[in-house]
């Protein structure tokens, strides 16, 4: 077994862990004259790993973004709109299931791997597999059901692009759990390289065999197949390996606690959040849904964004000395003001910016495009809250967040996109993401104790218990 490494790949001292090492301690050591680092205006985390893993995230998200872009423009102009329609339904619903088969393990993986120790390699293992079955399992399911609920799915009739759609599901479960696991072990700066040769691979691909539904699925997929095998090689021969003991209290049934809390919030983000797409398609038809598809994609680059600065949040929170409290704050101020630009700017400029994709989306996705930007702030609020949550395994209130988007999204959807159309839908997304943020600011008001803020439990006490 090679020796331990830190997050450059320079050998490490002996007994040092590579996931906490002198950089954690760092993370807790107090500036001067008791000042916290977040009133010094200096980035919290040793030689501000916080941010240079969240910023590598972040560029991950906005390449991953930009070439998205491409493809759907390219896919806008190159397919049949119902075909279009389609295609994002299925990438949404493949998207969708794969999230129920990883059982959210990915933000767990980013949470206990920098406290697993020499058990890194068999949790990545064994959670990847289970994943990948599960998975597996979801996907031939939605493809048996699928075409009979909806017309939308009829795609999924024909052997290819049904078994392609199974195959599908169970891939991108690995290549997500893939980012999650470089994630948790501070190698966050390889996962843009990982990313942007699967997006130029996918955007190429798209070029040579789009124009179909099936084939923009094919398009999407089938790099990522080709991407995971170096990736894991990488990380189970360099990355993973290790002897160093796990840290005191952590074990596989605080794991196994902490899991069952993230499936089930994973469970209400799906109700919530991912499969708004197919409610769409649902209430509208493909046609109708596509403008809103399109849209969706470019949103949810942002939101990824925001997930993937929260992710290193949770990394280096997930350390006993890290003042969560204050690197939350200090991330979310960062984050909404770098993303109320980008928001003004995407909201002024929309039917510029969606006539790329031709007149007709410009026309009719504009307003939703802005109504879309608008819950974007307020969902950064909510996401950032959750990974500060996660960091200190506070699974409990996390569980409690997701329930009430799982209400009030689809909810609200149903009932004002059945009133005012794709118009509707987006006052329902936006509306229910600013309610949420102003939930979780007033519950950091003056005088009132932030759970956030509280100390975990002292080592070998049931972390997961304390919700």
């Known amino acids: 077994m090679s020796a331990p490494t830190n997050a450059a790949g320079s050998p490490m001292p002996s007994g040092t862990s590579p996931a906490i090492g002198t950089d954690a301690a760092a993370v807790g050591a107090p500036p001067p004259s008791g000042r916290s680092a977040e009133a010094c205006g200096r980035p919290t985390g040793a030689g501000g790993t916080l941010y240079r893993n ?77 994943a990948a079955v599960l998975s597996l399992l979801l996907g031939a399911g939605f493809v048996l059901a699928a075409p009979r609920v909806s017309d939308a799915f009829h795609t999924l009739e024909r052997p290819l692009p049904a078994v392609g759609f199974v195959l599908a599901v169970g891939i991108w479960s690995v290549f997500a759990l893939q980012d999650a696991a470089l994630t948790g072990m501070r190698r966050a700066t390889w996962v843009p390289v990982k990313n942007t040769a699967y997006s130029a691979a996918k955007f190429g691909l798209l070029l040579a065999i789009g124009g179909t539904a099936g084939a923009l699925l094919a398009a999407w997929i089938i790099p990522a ?62 046609a109708a849904a596509a403008p809103f598809g399109l849209v969706w994609m470019i949103v949810q680059a942002l939101d990824a964004m925001v997930v993937a600065l929260g992710s290193s949040l949770v990394v280096e929170g997930s350390h006993a000395e890290a003042d969560v409290a204050s ?9 909404l003001a770098g993303l109320g630009v980008i928001t ?35 969902r950064a609020v909510v996401t950032l809250a959750i990974c500060a949550a996660r960091a200190r395994l506070r699974i409990g209130w996390i569980v409690r967040m997701h ?53 975990l439990p002292a080592p070998g006490t049931p972390q997961g218990e304390h919700l």
Do not use: K
């Open 54 to 130: 969240g910023a590598a995230l972040a560029l991950s998200g906005l390449i991953s973004a930009l070439f998205g872009a491409g493809f759907w423009i390219a896919a806008a102009h190159t397919t049949p709109r119902a075909a279009v329609g389609e295609a994002t339904a299925l990438v949404s619903a493949m998207m969708a299931l794969s999230m129920l088969g990883q059982l959210n393990l990915g933000p767990a993986l980013a949470a206990f791997l920098p406290r697993a120790g020499r058990r890194r390699a068999a949790l990545v293992a064994g959670g990847t597999a289970t």
């Open 225 to 286: 197949a080709v991407v995971v095998v170096p990736v894991a090689y990488l990380l189970f021969t360099r990355v993973l390996p290790t002897r160093d003991d796990p840290a005191p209290g952590v074990d596989s049934r605080v794991f196994r606690r902490f899991l069952a809390g993230e499936s089930t919030a994973m469970v209400l983000d799906q109700i919530g959040v991912t499969l708004l797409p197919v409610l769409v398609v649902a209430l509208v038809g493909p």
């Open 403 to 455: 329930l009430l988007l799982a209400v009030l999204v689809p909810g609200s959807a149903l009932v004002l996109g059945d009133r005012a159309g794709l118009t509707g839908i987006g006052v329902a997304w936006a509306g229910a993401q600013c309610l949420a943020a102003a939930i979780v600011l007033a519950g950091e008001r003056p005088g009132r104790r932030s759970l956030l803020s509280r100390p």
């Open 327 to 335: 690197m939350h704050r200090a991330l979310r101020r960062r984050t």
């Open 344 to 378: 003004a700017v995407a909201a002024l400029g929309a039917p510029v910016l969606l006539r790329v994709f031709g007149t007709q989306y410009a026309h009719e996705g504009a307003d939703v495009l802005r109504l879309l930007l608008l819950g974007s702030l307020g």
